[in-house]
């Protein structure tokens, strides 16, 4: 197996560090898509086991939503050659996914039951950390996306606990880009899967993705605005929030009662 070179560790560790993610005797679940994320997830976390200073145990698990029939064999080698006991989960979710009529689409669908099916999975097996392959692209774009698609300024967090499962959600991938990842070596070894979703060339990822790249060409900075842009820490200035009806009565009725005397003045 190849060990991880000086920028790996680098980045790797940063996250791990900064944000707390690993502890002695953590048991950790991957989510294994088979996509390239998952794939090189796995093989980080791996590789960092052996020389960590402090001993975690790793396992991975797909979950099939039933997109399309897929061979997963290639997942069940590539997990044994790294020592990570692989499952498979079936949930047949496909249908429920691209039903007509989610009102945030279906990726928000998709994410929110994927994770709450493996949330619910790693507590069932005793597991305390769930591993997901967000990278710092998808973090970005996400933060985009929010204030585009639902009027909201958030990003999800390199850790966040799931109080309903106990489960803590770990990011490790929140140095890489997407780049990072692609020029890997281990793309050499395994050919990353495809799930088969009919709608993954056309989503709001794909187009807030595109829209980065395009402002990008005319202004290098815009990445690395928006990435610090996503950090407390930085200059929020921000209109303040929106009165309620109720409120906005009220204030009418003093500004008038405010100015009742020189209005009354005025007509006379
Ligand atoms: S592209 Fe398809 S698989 Fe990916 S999140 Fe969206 S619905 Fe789910």
Known sequence: ????????????????????????????????SGGKDSL????????????????????????????????????????????IPFELLYLDMARH???????????????????????????????????????HDDAVETFLMSILYSGQIKVFEPVSLMERTGITVIRPLAYFRESNIKASNIFKEIIPLHAGCPVCKDTQRARVKELIKELRRENRSIYDNLSGAMRYGKAITLWPAEPGKGEMLERHRNFYNKYKHDRGLRKG
């Open 97 to 135: 996914i691209l039903e007509e009529g989610n009102r945030q689409g279906p990726c928000a669908v998709c994410a929110y039951f994927r994770r709450g099916a493996l949330c619910r999975y790693a507590a069932e097996k005793g597991f305390n950390k769930l591993a997901l392959a967000h990278h």
């Open 40 to 83: 090189y997830l796995a093989h980080l976390l791996s590789a960092v086991r052996r020389y960590a200073p402090m001993p975690f145990e790793l396992a991975a698990v797909t979950l099939d939503v039933g997109f399309a029939e897929v061979d997963y064999s290639s997942l069940h080698r590539f997990c044994s050659a790294r020592e």
């Open 1 to 32: 197996m190849q060990p991880l070179s000086r920028n790996e560790a680098r980045r790797l560790w940063r996250a791990i560090i900064e944000f707390d993610m690993l502890d002695k005797g953590d048991r950790v679940l991957i989510g294994l």
